[in-house]
């Protein structure tokens, strides 16, 4: 077979000259600083829920005001406004202060204590997919046991009991608050239900906070105690709990 000459597309002897006499520029891909219309713009994309006229944001906890020192002034305040809405509506409105835990969220998403309150909240309002994202970062950022009770309760939500008891088994109890401990009491019990472990969950919520009958969490503890035992078959021990 005979081999073809390779040849240049052109006959015309390739010049040594650039292609344009033009000195090339580089372009340069340094953002210019927003405008603020368009940080204001981008604010808006996101629904934010109307905040009372006596909300202030001074409501909120010294050591919660500090950490949005890092915020610019008027975002700050902004925030802050939301995370007090939050505490306002936590107990009475789940589903209003789920969406202002969102609107700090989304205004405030590299601040771990943002990122909690938002995800707690999120728990409160039954949206567990999105509090375990909102309470893993907040963990992933800070590293505070206080936010793992939280975690284990989502994972059982989701369907996850062995992976949320998991979680409570790691976590350090004589660093949570008394609250704190009773809540992952209530959830390690739930899960040992789950899995048909119904004497272990009675043992998980027998403690000396189930005689604190004035405790905000008095009632969900004792609500736990006597389903445990229900499901454990002794009604008989769970009547004297009833009120």
Known sequence: MEKREWKPRSDKPRSDKPRSDK??????????????????????????????????????????????TSLAVENAEAVAKHLAALDFFLETDPERAYWHGQSAAHRAGRLAIVRERAGIAAVKHGKFDVALRELKAAHRMSGAPSILPYIAECERALGNPRKALEIAGSIATNKLTDVEQVELRITS???????????????TLTCKELNISDAPWGNRLRDAYIAALNAAGRSGEARPWSY
């Open 23 to 68: 000195p090339t520029e580089k372009k340069s891909f340094t953002k210019r600083p927003l405008l603020r219309r368009e940080l204001e713009r981008r604010v808006r994309k996101f629904a934010e829920p109307d905040i009372p006229a006596e909300i202030t944001g001074e409501e909120l906890e010294k050591r919660v005001r500090f950490q949005l």
């Open 189 to 203: 019990a739930a899960c040992r239900i789950e899995l048909g472990q119904n004497d272990a969950a009675v043992v």
